[in-house]
C-alpha cells in the first residue's frame, strides 16, 4: 500500500522569507504523480503544484518549486517571498491507482 | 463555471441515524471521489466513482455507501452513525480517473454525530 509521511506537523516563516515543507512517500507503482495541495479555513482544497514521476525536472509554479527525488522517494514544497496568503495546513498526496493518498498535513504559519 | 458544490456545507446528527451528502461535479467531469477528514489529519479515500460505476472502495466498514446519476452528480450514505463518523467529508471531480487528470475539491460537508 502506498503511504504519505510528512514529518513536519506545523512550521512558521517570516513574511517575504523561504520555507521548506517535507514529504517521504512509499510505493512500488512506476507510474504515478505527486501533489501538495493546500487547505486554508475556508476547507477547500487547492491544488499548488503538481510533479509527474516520470519527468526529471522539478516542477515550478510561481513562488513555489518541488524538490523531487524519486531514488530517496522525497518530495518537498519550497516557498519562495512567503505572504501572508500562503497560511494554511499544507498536504502532500500521491496519486497511483484511482485514488490520493494524502499525508498527515503541515500547518504553516506566516509571521508579519 | 462553477466548481464542485456539495450540500449540505454543515450537518448534525444523532447516532445511529442515517445521512446522504451529494456532490454536484464540475460540468464535464465524469469521474466523482469521496474522502472523508478527520480533524487534524489528511483526507481518506472512501470511494470513486467514473461513468455511473464504481471504480474504486477506501478501508471503510460496508455502512458507507455511494451512487452516481446519469448527470454524475453523486451521494454518499452512512448508515447507523457512529461517534467516530465526525468528519469533514470531501468530494473532488475530475474529467476521468486517468492519473494525469487534475481533481478538483469541493468545500466539503463538516458532519457531526452526536
Known amino acids: 500500500a502506498q503511504t504519505v509521511t510528512q514529518s513536519q506537523p506545523e512550521m512558521s516563516v517570516q513574511e517575504a522569507e523561504t520555507v521548506t515543507l517535507s514529504c517521504t512517500y512509499d510505493t512500488s507503482e512506476s507510474d504515478y504523480y505527486l501533489f501538495w495541495y493546500k487547505q486554508p479555513p475556508s476547507r477547500q482544497m487547492i491544488l499548488v503544484i503538481r510533479?509527474?514521476?516520470?519527468?526529471?525536472q522539478n516542477a515550478t509554479e510561481n513562488r513555489f518549486s518541488v524538490n523531487f527525488q524519486k531514488a530517496a522517494k522525497s518530495f518537498s514544497l519550497k516557498i519562495s517571498d512567503s505572504q501572508l496568503g500562503d497560511a494554511a495546513m499544507y498536504f502532500c498526496?500521491?496519486?497511483?491507482?484511482?485514488?490520493?493518498?494524502f499525508g498527515q498535513g503541515t500547518r504553516l504559519t506566516i509571521n508579519p | 463555471d462553477a466548481g464542485v458544490t456539495q450540500s449540505p456545507t454543515h450537518l448534525i446528527k444523532t447516532r445511529g441515524q442515517q445521512v446522504t451528502l451529494r456532490c454536484s461535479p464540475i460540468s464535464g467531469h465524469k469521474s466523482v471521489s469521496w474522502y472523508q477528514q478527520v480533524l487534524g489529519q489528511g483526507p481518506q479515500f472512501i470511494f470513486q466513482y467514473y461513468e455511473k460505476e464504481e471504480r474504486g472502495r477506501g478501508n471503510f466498514p460496508d455502512r458507507f455507501s455511494a451512487r452516481q446519476f446519469p448527470n454524475y452528480s453523486s451521494e454518499l450514505n452512512v448508515n447507523a452513525l457512529l461517534l467516530g463518523d465526525s468528519a469533514l467529508y470531501l468530494c473532488a471531480s475530475s474529467l476521468s480517473p486517468r492519473l494525469d487528470t487534475e481533481a478538483f475539491f469541493g468545500q466539503g460537508t463538516r458532519l457531526t454525530v452526536v
Open positions: 510533479q509527474e514521476a516520470y519527468k526529471q
Open positions: 498526496a500521491y496519486r497511483g491507482a484511482q485514488k490520493l493518498v
